[in-house]
């Protein structure tokens, strides 16, 4: 089972910063957060990773809070490209597979 | 640079029928993954990869699926005798991960979209 909890669906106007959150308080001290996106037809794309300090590059920013039970991924400026199926996991470094949730369905309209 | 390559994107089947889906990960990449997505699903494991040894096959659903990666590079599902569930986006993934340095993502394919009539 998923180790994380997303909401289902999320709107964002576009031009305008996407937050999306998500929920990991059984999190253990070794796992990392990692975001993908899935845009329909394609298969999942990598976004972000952490572990407990804020990571930003060219896609978006990853901010966990300090006890680590909950983290938020930020699209500075949401475009309808960025439409898609955003996933949070939660990965132990001694487990390779990744195990998707439901994910939050982000629709950013005009 | 080149991603992962899978191929066919689609294929078609009758019930009973052998298939083989083949992976062609980023050149490097140690690790290699296959995932299945049943349609309005996230992906779920099926195997896993490190060079040519298959160190986890506990998501295959049944002795039919088989994988293998015998030069430790390009990989192939194979699917014996197919049945109606076995319809699904069955996606490959790979990574520089090793044991030593697991926080590496992984980087899919766009998947072969398998249809059994």
């Known amino acids: 089972d998923a180790k994380t909890t997303q909401p289902t669906s999320m709107d964002c106007a576009e031009g305008r910063a996407a937050n999306l959150p998500c929920n990991h308080s059984?999190?253990?001290?070794?796992?990392?957060v990692y975001w993908y996106r899935q845009i329909h037809s394609q298969g999942p794309q990598y976004i972000i990773h952490?572990?407990?300090n804020n990571e930003t590059n060219e896609m978006a920013s990853l901010i966990i809070t300090e006890d680590r039970k909950s983290s938020t991924l930020i699209l500075p400026h949401a475009t309808l490209r960025d439409t898609a199926v955003y996933y949070c996991?939660?990965?132990?470094?001694?487990?390779?597979?990744?195990?998707f949730g439901t994910g939050t369905r982000l629709l950013v309209s005009p | 640079g080149a991603g992962v390559s899978q191929s066919p994107r689609y294929k078609v089947a009758k019930r009973g029928q052998d298939v083989a889906l083949r992976c062609d990960p980023i050149?490097?990449?140690?690790?290699l993954f296959w995932y299945q997505q049943a349609l309005g699903q996230g992906p779920e494991f099926l195997t896993y990869?490190?060079?040519?040894?298959?160190?986890?096959k506990s998501g295959l659903p049944s002795d039919r699926f088989f994988a293998e990666r015998p030069e430790g590079s390009v990989s192939t599902l194979k699917i014996q005798r197919t049945q109606q569930e076995d319809s699904a986006v069955y996606l490959c993934?790979?990574?520089?991960?090793?044991?030593?340095?697991?926080?590496?993502?992984?980087?899919f394919g766009d998947g072969t979209r398998l249809s059994i009539l």
């Open positions: 952490g572990l407990k």
């Open positions: 050149s490097g990449h140690v690790s």
């Open positions: 990869f490190q060079n040519e040894a298959q160190l986890d």
């Open positions: 996991i939660v990965r132990d470094t001694g487990f390779q597979k990744l195990v």
């Open positions: 059984t999190i253990s001290g070794n796992e990392y």
């Open positions: 993934a790979s990574s520089l991960a090793s044991e030593r340095y697991s926080n590496q993502p992984q980087h």
